[in-house]
Nanobody, 126 residues
Framework: QVQLVESGGGLVQAGGSLRLSCAAS????????MGWFRQRPGKERDFVAA????????SYADSVKGRFTISRDNAKNTVYLQMNSLKPEDTAVYYC???????????????????WGQGTQVTVSS
């Protein structure tokens, strides 16, 4: 089992950057594929980015490709989401999630993730 705590959210102007962090506690962080999802006001939770256990494979939603980068540091039990060129439509609560996975796999399906953080608010002003 793993517990996840997100941080790094806040208010930023359009065009700016933020880096979200997700600290994991528990055993064997490197056994988990990781993902970031977001929920915008009045919308369902959407996939943002995913990363394999080793960090060698990634997947991104089309809306964030080229602007967001997911990465992990297994020595620090932390996954990151670097968000650049932020837009007002990126405003959402961002959630970190973890799934037991084989080494190279990534998933954009929220129902494949068993563990979730509490979320961190990102607000992008125009």
């Amino acid at each position: 089992q793993v517990q996840l705590v997100e941080s790094g959210g806040g208010l930023v102007q359009a065009g700016g950057s933020l880096r979200l962090s997700c600290a994991a506690s528990g055993r064997s962080f490197s056994n988990y594929g990781m993902g970031w999802f977001r929920q915008r006001p009045g919308k369902e939770r959407d996939f943002v980015a995913a990363l394999s256990r080793s960090g060698g494979a990634t997947s991104y939603a089309d809306s964030v490709k080229g602007r967001f980068t997911i990465s992990r540091d297994n020595a620090k039990n932390t996954v990151y989401l670097q968000m650049n060129s932020l837009k007002p439509e990126d405003t959402a609560v961002y959630y970190c999630a973890a799934r037991l996975a084989i080494t190279w796999s990534v998933s954009s399906r929220s129902n494949e993730y068993a563990y979730w953080g509490q979320g961190t608010q990102v607000t992008v002003s125009s």
